[in-house]
């Protein structure tokens, strides 16, 4: 049982490294999740379980893998960006894919019960991934920037279509229907006048989806310490500077943003 | 809220389709297995409720996704192959990798339960996955032979020197001194003399892997059914022919395996 | 001056390796060879000079680069296979590309004179390339069928054509009206019945192409030795057994060629 | 002969598209050329007349292509930088690279005689080529810096290896003996000590390569016209602006070059 006589089949692995000095984003997007969320009674539009449940997913995946500076998720599809300067594993475009799905969907099981309480699982989900490279900071928030878009072209529409839906009783081929060739302040316009919805109420979440970024946190802790001096221990307050990763619901189009945090887009992160 | 100014971020993703009549490899591997082992108490050098839990998995993997041939697993490892006329998303490289893996992932958490008992999961494991094309039959075979090498290896030197540690009370250490530069046949001998093993009565999954492989399945059912002239139901026997996920473990490298499954690498597979 | 402070510029570089055990076919086109035709008065619809020259390009990229097994040409295209075992420059793909077209863009320009004698060369030609990989051994063959059936269906066209404009005086866009539609017998009715030309005796060349094979070759030289017991030089025939890039225009769609050439597909060439 | 059985091969070319947004190099190497440089009897250490053979290939490659933004030469090398946003082929990789190589390479030929007069072509040369791409300006840059970088550390020592061959009758082992780890200044002061050359008195152009670049040009031309009111035609000098490929031997590792040119390097070029 010569292993070295097969071994030349290693010779047909290929090197997938990524281009340096670019921002790799691995996007990875539910299998079927149409099918999964009816079948899971997921609350429409949005499903507030499903969203944190995604969140808390991707919050592992941050804490998990390496040099991920920021994450920007919304229905069932997450975005994850390694820094410009990442080394990890070579970049081998692979690693970063299988590493990113494999964590979201161990995690989602995992975390289910969580979130979902008594509502059962009733199969393991899939999850897709693709990896993209971005060589400028432009391009990188201009790819952000058109998943934000996105969520909010499909969270107004899936907004108005339910309202129709649930509210008005139409059935979804006549709420589609009605909505046929309609532009974004005609979708307002409905919502406002049938329902007394304004659009600009609605949660930030549902409209926003959600950004996670890396943040210092200040932790007050009780820890019981002894003094050399003294036989008795005693409880002191210790505050300690961890690194935590945070959800935000909040423009990324605009610059204050990134203004703000500049550290992402840090030459040197 | 333009969506269409952003699209073009669009065009920097790259087509990653496979080469067209190849087999297509996908191999996963647990991440930090070896401290995830130590840490849910696997036996060792082999833990039954690790492996079948890895092969269920597997066979869910290969259910629930397209044109998977055949599949190889042992230890922490499984192999997928696809057949070479697979058109499943248009041979995405991406879309292979992440579907095997994330399927996988989220299988082993979902059926970790059936598998471990009481034995509770402490975080959701990740696993990396990487893709290898193969022109010929011949250099699939070799490939698959490379791991059931790679197994064979393995757990004979596992077997030693578990039974070192377990039996003979020798540190990781020290046993691992003992065994360098041991060939086969010493670590044979040492089973046999010092602990009365004969290798080759190890169990055949321990030894061999594990191989997946489709098989046509005969099932008998009882079906109640009334016929027009009755007024009765009646129960009758019904044999339904299905195509299932069936586990093997046997030698592949040698010819007899692949003389008795031809149609696992038949041209128009 | 520190060369090492820029070095790190290497690692932009990406392998670009081909898959092992595949056919890998560099195929080269003319560059705006229609204006650059007209413009050297190239006989229509073929020109035995152009397509000896082509053919004398591909010999020299044949001998001077390594491990091609067979060429084909027709027109102002050539494709070169090489062997499925090169391991020439580790199978990079930039290497076999850059190679085949600059040895074949300066013998373009070398050789010219010796075909074209007076009619001068106006500019340096330029060439593109791209590059193929083929499994199996059906697949390369149904390849070089595709570039061969090509050949035939623009020979057969362009042969009418310009019989059209030069006998008929038609104009181009009058002849290219009449073909509108027309299948290949129609076309041959029309060369036979307007033109008196059978296509089939029209010159193997125009027809099929060229193909460019490695053959042994028994070169018989006359040398001058002097044997130890002489004093004078005198004159002996030697046999010297060469292999040699040979050119032949036949058919290489049917099983014949292969039959007759099975050291051209032999799995250790 | 149905070519549309055999057009599925086509399905085997893969995309090659070059990320978007990055600059694009082309670099070409001379195949052999150490053994070319001495059956043509260049002259050592540097051959004007093949220098300039080189920058007028060079510079019809920048002239019959597109996109190319600057080239950089020295030796028998020269990098072709493409433009970030050119959209030239689609930016396939195998159309620059065997665009460029093919365009070079009959260019060498077909100018030949204009630089080495006398001195016979013997055969036709061979280049290879390679694709890089570069984020970042910075990235360019330190490119561009690392071959003129890699110019002056190799015309140093063979200006002296040559001098100590040349004048002190050194054997070329004996004179690469000698020079075994010397650094720059014992290099430089061999030069001044024993043959009195100050290496900066060196030609600009053996000392810094080529860089070659476009600029605008006013060409004053006599044009013969005809006013409407006049019978005869009469000369006049029309200036018309031109954009040609000019040389330069400068730095290009400082700013300098970089500020005094910043069209170059501007994002819309």
């Known amino acids: 049982m010569a292993k070295s006589k097969f071994e030349y089949v290693r010779d047909f692995e290929t090197d997938d490294s990524c281009l340096p000095n670019c921002w790799i984003v691995v996007r990875l997007d539910g299998r079927n999740f149409h099918r999964f969320s009816e079948q899971h009674e997921f609350k429409k539009p949005n499903d507030d ?11 592992t995946v941050m804490q998990e893998l390496e040099d991920i500076a920021i994450a920007y998720g919304q229905s069932d599809e997450y975005s994850f960006v390694f820094k410009k300067k990442s080394r990890w594993f070579k970049r081998r475009a692979s690693k970063f894919m299988t590493h990113v799905v494999s964590q979201f969907a161990s995690s989602y099981v995992f975390y289910w019960k969580d979130y979902f309480k008594d509502q059962q699982l009733l199969y ?6 693709r990896i993209v490279l971005y060589p400028s900071n432009q391009n990188l928030k201009d790819y952000l920037s058109w998943r934000q878009a996105d969520c909010h ?3 107004l529409y899936n907004t108005v279509f339910w309202m ?14 009605r909505l046929q060739g309609t532009l974004a302040g005609d979708k307002n316009e409905i919502l406002f006048s049938e329902f007394n919805i304004n659009y600009n109420n609605e949660p930030l979440m549902y409209r926003k989806g959600t950004v996670l970024i890396w943040q ?17 221990e005693k409880e002191v307050e210790v505050t300690r500077t961890r690194t935590k990763v945070v959800p935000l619901h909040c423009d990324i189009i605009g610059d204050q943003f990134w203004e703000e945090y500049p550290e992402i887009l840090a030459e040197d992160s």
């Open 124 to 129: 393991p989900p899939g999850f897709d991934g």
């Open 49 to 59: 379980r499903a969203l944190h449940l995604m969140t808390k997913c991707a919050q």
């Open 164 to 177: 129709l839906v649930q509210r008005s009783g139409l059935t979804p081929v006549q709420a589609q229907d």
């Open 216 to 232: 210092k946190i200040n932790e007050v802790m009780t820890k019981k310490i002894k003094l050399p001096e003294e036989t008795e």
């Open 153 to 155: 072209i499909n969270n």
